[in-house]
């Protein structure tokens, strides 16, 4: 491990601890949002949901043009540009007083992040050897749940509830980010991947060919439904927790599980990565899934801490299955020319963040918080949907890798 280790990009390593200084300070506020807005601005469930919303379908709506812009004229000026302006971003927020504020910060929000996420990644894969690559991205995903660990627990220590003060902290990290990264950019050099003036397809053409792969789209569409039963999780549980009369200090007990979710990753991840390895690769996402409805159908029946606690663990499995092996599926099935194109497309699937807020707030406004069943059987029925998407992209990429082996070999 120690070999493997070593071997790792320098740049690499700065963007893994960097994703988990980025995670603990933004879990410190970011998730707090929707119970912020209808504690303090007594804003209704649709209008938060609509709030928290906005962020993902920005999100959805630039992330495609962040990996095909990054293609185009380089990682470097895409992610410098995009983490600067990201740091602007949480002081808009931590200087927010009215609704409209907070909704024009959050959209803001989820441009940044539709850039810098897919970018980050793509060059994380740029920079790694091939049999690093698993271990590269399973670091960035283990940075991301050491940060979520302790954000929450901070972030409701300082009243995030309550106050939009954490998200100044949000900003000076995000800073301090920016200028480790610029520093790296300068002395790395003349060891990084230039843009691909040559090869880089045209926005059209980018469009086209992932339209037109017939692996990457039900990959896309079933993912899609995934994002949308994880969705929940940060928005809809937040609010129901808040408000339900089962849980007293639901605000505090959301914190300690988005707490207990970052803990069960850092625990099973490595096991669990280990154990799904030489499966074919769409074969976790399935089980993930199928993991993450079951456990919102708990949520639905839980009536004491230890059911939700279950059914967080449950969720965790599932979203390990999924976020783990998706990184992986998709440098596997992008030309490597085209692989900012690929991760900033699979972007769209963040419309399962846009819808999952606004959803889960207009189940809230129908059948209230008092009403476990009715708002989450809904959520946990169309989360599965994604799973016959998932089927056909397996079916299709394994008829895919036999024509490919046959043809390799038939030269």
Known sequence: MKQYLRQIHPLAWTIII??????????????????????????????????VAVSSLAGVMVSFYGGYISDRIGRKIVMLVSVFSWAGVFFIFSAAEHLWVFFVANTLN?????????????????ITSPQNKLLVFN????????????GPIIGFQLGSSESTFPFVISGLVYIAYGLVLFLQFKLQHANLPERHHATAPRLREALMTTGRDRVFLPVLIGTTFCVL?????????????ARSPIFENGSQMFSYMLSLNAITVLIIQYPLVRTFRNFPPLVPLIVGNLLVATS????????????????????????VLLFTMMDMLID????????????????FNNIGSVIAPVMGGLLLSQFGAENGLAVFVPIALTTALGVPFL??????????????????MSM
């Not at 994880?230 to 129901?240: I, K, N, R």
Request: charged share 15%; net charge positive; glycine share 10%.
């Open 332 to 347: 596997r099935i992008a030309k490597p020319e085209w692989k900012g194109t690929y991760f900033g497309t699979i972007g």
């Open 139 to 150: 670091l960035r995903y283990a940075a991301i749940n050491l940060g979520v660990v302790f």
């Open 229 to 241: 039963g994880y969705g929940h999780f940060s928005s809809t549980l937040a609010q129901y927790l």
């Open 18 to 51: 960097g994703t988990m200084f980025g995670r603990l300070v933004t879990s410190m506020s970011i998730p707090f949002l929707s119970i912020y807005l209808t504690r303090v601005l007594e804003a209704t469930p649709t209008q938060t949901g609509i709030t």
């Open 296 to 319: 919102l159908m708990m949520v639905g029946i839980a009536e004491g801490v230890l059911m939700m606690m279950m059914s967080v663990i449950l969720f965790t499995i599932g979203e």
């Open 110 to 126: 989820g441009l940044c992040r539709a850039v810098f996420e897919p970018t980050s990644r793509a060059l994380l894969s740029d």
């Open 391 to 408: 089927l056909i992209a397996h079916r299709r990429l394994v008829v895919r890798e036999k024509q490919t082996e046959h043809t390799s």
